[in-house]
């Protein structure tokens, strides 16, 4: 069974930085395309970052210059590097997996950001 496990997030000041990690447990984590969303309080969740099988990277207009997701193939994570924080970044993050239309969320990190 695949579990996918978030860390990494906290309280940070506006400018600020935090690293976001979800690691997968099983074998499908070099086969999958891994995301990251993010939902604050009263919104719809939506797209930060995604990363497919090959390493091609697409960001939300909203985080790019300021995030940066990679994968680590050999340790089965993915980490969202989140530079210059906002107070409008504040949300709950979470990690999601798709291996060839199998889909599965992490359980969600919150990230609040201080003006």
């Known amino acids: 069974q695949v579990q996918l496990v978030e860390s990494g997030g906290g309280l940070v000041q506006a400018g600020g930085s935090l690293r976001l990690s979800c690691a997968a447990s099983?074998?499908?984590?070099?086969?999958?395309?891994m995301s990251w969303y993010r939902q604050a309080p009263a919104s719809q969740r939506d797209l930060v970052a995604t990363?497919?099988?090959?390493?091609?990277?697409n960001y939300a207009d909203s985080v790019k210059g300021r995030f940066t997701i990679s994968r680590d193939n050999a340790q089965n994570t993915v980490y969202l590097q989140m530079n210059s924080l906002k107070p409008e970044d504040t949300a709950v993050y979470y990690c999601?997996?798709?291996?060839?239309?199998?889909?599965?969320w992490g359980q969600g990190t919150q990230v609040t950001v201080s003006s």
């Open positions: 990363i497919t099988r090959g390493g091609t990277t």
């Open positions: 999601y997996l798709n291996y060839y239309g199998m889909i599965l």
């Open positions: 099983g074998s499908f984590f070099s086969g999958s395309a």
